[in-house]
């Protein structure tokens, strides 16, 4: 075994001790985001109060409205938001919003953030709903 030098131990020892102290080491950007909002968003790094913060909702440019799109297309959306905008359609006299929808604010917030690609889904109100529900929105019953 080398010979190491008293002065090289010490501070190997106490190195290692801290270690211990630390714990495990800690993952960068404390995993993965939850599935409403777009990858690369980051907010380990705010200063800003926390209580400002405390119950955030995310708006229409921290939802995925694609990949909400694309699961609906794929047979993959929410049977039960299924089931609710299943014929549903305010321009043949449903009411806007819909009697389910607890929240209208979300609810305008989620169309807002539907209609720029709108004519793209087969489905545009099932994709409103899952929004709204992905922003925070609430459906009565």
Do not use: C
Not at 3 to 31: C, E, H, T
Not at 46 to 55: G, L, N, P
Not at 93 to 119: R, T
């Amino acid at each position: 075994m080398p010979k190491v030098p008293p002065n090289k131990m010490q501070a190997l020892m106490q190195k290692g001790q801290q270690s211990k102290k630390s714990g495990p080491p800690k993952k960068p950007g404390g995993g993965k985001p939850p599935p409403f909002q777009k990858h690369g968003g980051d907010h380990e790094d705010d200063d800003d109060d926390d209580k400002d913060h405390e119950h955030h909702e995310p708006d229409g440019d921290e939802v995925d409205v694609q990949a909400i799109a694309d699961r609906i297309d794929n047979d993959e959306g929410d049977e039960h938001l299924m089931d609710l905008t299943d014929g549903y359609d305010p321009d043949q006299g449903d009411p806007n919003p819909p009697e389910w929808v607890e929240d209208e604010d979300i609810w305008e917030k989620a169309k807002k953030a539907v209609e720029p690609h709108e004519d793209q889904y087969d489905n545009k109100w099932a994709v409103v709903a899952h929004v709204y529900e992905a922003m925070g929105g609430s459906v009565k019953g």
